[in-house]
């Protein structure tokens, strides 16, 4: 077994784990965490693809680089927006005036 075929396994494992956090979880902090997992599979898969072929090619390991980037900048984004929605949210129990 390659290396190249393992770190595709390992991403498909993320990925399936992520999917399965971003499905079957309530809490929004929990999805969050599924989906950065979904996406690591994914640019896992996708650089482990791309270093199967004999000849390496720069253009997909700057697709992931550029990935991660927007993910950290959309992880950072969703978990302001969660802070502000537990912020505004009325507490469980307590009720409405």
Not at 20 to 43: D, K, M, P, Q, T
Not at 53 to 76: F, H, K, N, R, S
Request: charged share 10%.
């Amino acid at each position: 077994m390659t290396s190249a075929v393992l770190f595709g396994l390992c991403g498909a494992a993320l990925v399936a784990i992520g999917l399965y956090g971003l499905v079957a979880h309530e809490l929004l902090l929990r999805r969050v965490l599924g989906f950065n997992l979904l996406g690591s599979g994914i640019f896992l898969v996708f650089g482990s693809v791309a270093a199967r072929m004999p000849e390496t090619d720069p253009v997909p390991l700057a697709m992931v680089i550029t990935g991660i980037v927007v993910a950290l900048a959309a992880t950072a984004l969703a978990l302001a927006l969660a802070a502000r929605l537990e912020r505004l949210a009325p507490a469980q129990g307590e009720e409405e005036h």
